[in-house]
């Protein structure tokens, strides 16, 4: 395995430690200083690789989406027919590397300050825009398109949703009972909606 270069390594480390801040101490008490401190090092560092707590703050969420775009890969690779690979994509939301309280209340700040920083507004629409684009391509597959289109929209309001509880309180659902509760959903609706060609998954 190649050695990773020691900036690229800081980079790393200054990412986790704001992701850790924000869910600690919330977006705006994540202070540049308080991060810099938390982990021994001068403020000075964050500004060099980052340019301050904007720059650093939107790597975070380039981080927490590449996460979940990572494991999206994985499992769509071992997927089969539409309804596995749809599965596939719930299961990726919701798999333990992503759906962690740090992770969720991170992404929950995330979103509220995308209302007033455009660079966050475009990762939080890109990311938006993502996700129901693979959700209602194979979606489009075991029902009618209008069906697919509003199916979509349900399901990205429930992950949204697990999302967001697991943000607000650490003793929250736990990836593993998510997940269940998201499956159980999707089977039902798919059971109600499928097409009467289309194979069970």
């Not at 869910?23 to 991060?35: E, L, M, P, S």
């Not at 159980?184 to 069970?200: C, E, Q």
Request: proline share 4%; glycine share 6%.
């Amino acid at each position: 395995m190649p050695v990773q270069p020691i900036n690229l390594i800081r980079r790393e480390e200054f990412i986790e430690a704001a992701i850790a801040s924000i869910h600690k101490y919330g977006f705006h008490d994540a202070t540049v200083n308080r991060i810099a401190r938390d982990l021994g090092v001068s403020a000075g560092n964050i500004h060099y690789y980052f340019g301050g707590k904007d720059g650093l703050f939107e790597a975070a969420m380039h981080r927490l989406l590449s996460r979940i775009r990572h494991e999206s890969a994985q499992q769509l690779a071992i997927a089969g027919s539409p309804e596995d690979r749809l599965r596939a994509i719930v299961s990726a939301n919701l798999s333990p590397q992503v759906f962690q309280p740090a992770f969720c209340r991170t992404w929950l700040h995330f979103v509220a300050e995308s209302i007033h920083r455009p660079a966050l507004q475009r990762l939080q629409r890109v990311n938006g825009m993502r996700i129901r684009s693979n959700i209602r391509s194979v979606l489009r597959k075991i029902v009618t398109s209008a069906q697919a289109n509003a199916l979509t929209e349900e399901l990205v309001a429930l992950l949204d949703g697990l999302w967001a509880h697991r943000g607000q309180v650490d003793e929250g659902l736990e990836p593993a009972e998510a997940l269940a509760f998201a499956m159980s959903f999707l089977n039902h609706r798919l059971a109600v909606h499928r097409l009467p060609s289309s194979p069970a998954g």
